[in-house]
């Protein structure tokens, strides 16, 4: 079970990643974007992290901790990810509504979640150079794991797996949305900074719901 402490934990986690690969994820945004999507990423989570720090974990429910993930991530955020992050976490919070834990029906549906609120909010498809394009098979290879009777690690396990290969696939696209399709067929070969930043969200996260 996924308690409010746990999903802080989830965050704290994602925060010390992000920083840690903050340089490598505006140096993938240089190449076809405008270079911040690692300082972007680490002003998000950090006031996030501090966000979360101000809640008492005793009375927060898990949606709670989405949902102030969700306004201190808008808040601080004016690029781009600022209003996908915040969709994402907001639909999390929606997804778990009521539950005083998470088990790992609960937690698939709030990454499910996430993964649609990030297409229903910046509309982009499936080939587009998206960090969408790592969402999606990281949602769906949960639920297929789910469907097998999966434990929440091995479910975890397989969405980062997929979000890896997703990103890594990026690498073939031609960007249509966001700033990168400006470069059109010249954003070819390389690697989509918000793939490459959502493959170490899930893996952080795989890490964390295995301990
Ligand atoms: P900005 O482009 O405003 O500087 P960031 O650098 O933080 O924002 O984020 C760029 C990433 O946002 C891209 O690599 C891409 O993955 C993602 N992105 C941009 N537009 C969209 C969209 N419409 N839908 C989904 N993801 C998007
Ligand atoms: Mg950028
Ligand atoms: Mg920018």
Not at 48 to 77: C, H, I, M, Q
Not at 127 to 156: H, I, N, Q, R
């Amino acid at each position: 079970m996924i308690t409010s402490q746990n999903l802080v934990a989830v965050f704290l986690a994602i925060a010390v990643a992000i920083e840690k690969d903050k340089d490598r994820l505006s140096e993938l945004d240089g190449v076809i974007g405008d270079a911040d999507h690692g300082v972007t990423m680490s002003i998000g989570f950090t006031a996030v992290k501090n966000a979360l720090a101000g809640l008492d974990l005793a009375e927060a429910e898990p949606a709670t901790v989405f949902n102030t993930a969700a306004k201190s991530f808008l808040k601080a955020v004016g690029a781009s990810s600022g209003p996908l992050y915040a969709t994402a976490f907001m639909r999390a919070g929606a997804a778990v509504k009521g539950r005083s834990e998470l088990d790992r029906d609960a937690m698939v549906e709030a990454f499910q979640a996430m993964a649609r609120g990030i297409q229903d909010r910046g509309k982009a498809e499936r080939g587009d150079k998206t960090m969408v394009d790592a969402w999606l098979p990281a949602s769906e290879a949960l639920g297929e794991a789910a469907g097998k009777d999966a434990t929440l690690t091995e479910c975890f396990e397989a969405a980062a797996k997929a979000a890896a290969e997703g990103a890594e696939a990026t690498k073939a696209m031609v960007a249509s949305k966001g700033r990168a399709s400006r470069l059109g067929e010249r954003s070819l070969g390389h690697m989509d900074p918000g793939a490459a930043s959502t493959a170490l969200i899930v893996q952080t996260m795989a890490e964390e719901v295995a301990k």
